[in-house]
């Protein structure tokens, strides 16, 4: 079976299979602690007794996110800083033709 883990780092559970920490047999260990809880040969049993352990310890949500909005000027002065010096003068390149130009 592939090495699996899935850890919920705050609640300190996880889900291993073919770890350092569980034997390599075909089993999901869940573990509390470090300590392994129960085995299951199914991954949804071993994640339903997962999702229990997480529910008991009642952890508060994570704050969320906040990102400052993007404005006009933030955004214009974030694609000046990456654009060259000839496309801020508007000065185009000149093409010089395909593979084939000026051949007969």
Do not use: H, W
């Amino acid at each position: 079976m592939p090495f699996f883990r899935t850890v919920n780092v705050r609640a300190n559970v996880s889900i291993e299979s073919a770890t350092d920490k569980v034997p390599d047999d075909g089993y999901y260990y869940v573990l509390r602690q470090g300590k392994i809880e129960a085995r299951f040969r199914r991954l949804k049993q071993a994640q339903e007794l997962y999702a229990e352990f997480i529910a008991e310890m009642n952890l508060p949500s994570l704050p969320k996110r906040t990102e400052t909005p993007v404005t006009n000027e933030r955004m214009l002065n974030e694609t000046i800083t990456y654009m060259s010096n000839k496309a801020l003068l508007g000065i185009e390149k000149k093409r010089k033709g395909g593979r084939f130009n000026g051949r007969r």
